[in-house]
């Protein structure tokens, strides 16, 4: 009984900034790491970024690095990832997901057993 829900996704201009959460619910994920997950039309799902819960070591893919950032609150037992100068080519349905082991790819999106519904991001020029 595991429970993801992505939010704060919408339509923003590109180099404006954006706000994901992730609420979840169900599960302590403990040492687990959790992560976001973007897909766009005709394109392969593409990892943004990971945070393991319990240390909050974070791991970025290249592309996002140094404009995202992945964050957790503990107390309201959410993830967020904060989207600065976003470019149009980041337009894609973001998805929050959780459960990867801490010793496996945090960068696999096989490797993480649950996943939210998924949230529209649109930049635009």
């Known amino acids: 009984q595991v429970q993801l829900a992505e939010s704060g996704g919408g339509l923003v201009q590109a180099g404006g900034s954006l706000r994901l959460s992730c609420a979840a619910s169900?599960?302590?994920?403990?040492?687990?790491?959790m992560g976001w997950f973007r897909q766009a039309p005709g394109k392969e799902r593409e990892f943004v970024a990971a945070?393991?819960?319990?240390?909050?070591?974070?791991y970025y893919s290249d592309s996002v690095k140094g404009r995202f950032t992945i964050a957790r609150d503990n107390a309201k037992n959410t993830v967020s990832l904060q989207m600065n100068s976003l470019k149009p080519e980041d337009s894609a349905v973001y998805y929050c997901?959780?459960?990867?082991?801490?010793?496996?790819?945090?960068?696999?999106?096989?490797?993480?057993?649950?996943w939210g519904q998924g949230t529209q991001v649109t930049v635009s020029l």
């Open positions: 997901a959780g459960g990867a082991s801490y010793r496996s790819s945090w960068s696999s999106s096989e490797n993480y057993p649950y």
């Open positions: 945070i393991v819960w319990s240390d909050n070591r974070t």
């Open positions: 169900g599960r302590t994920f403990s040492r687990s790491v």
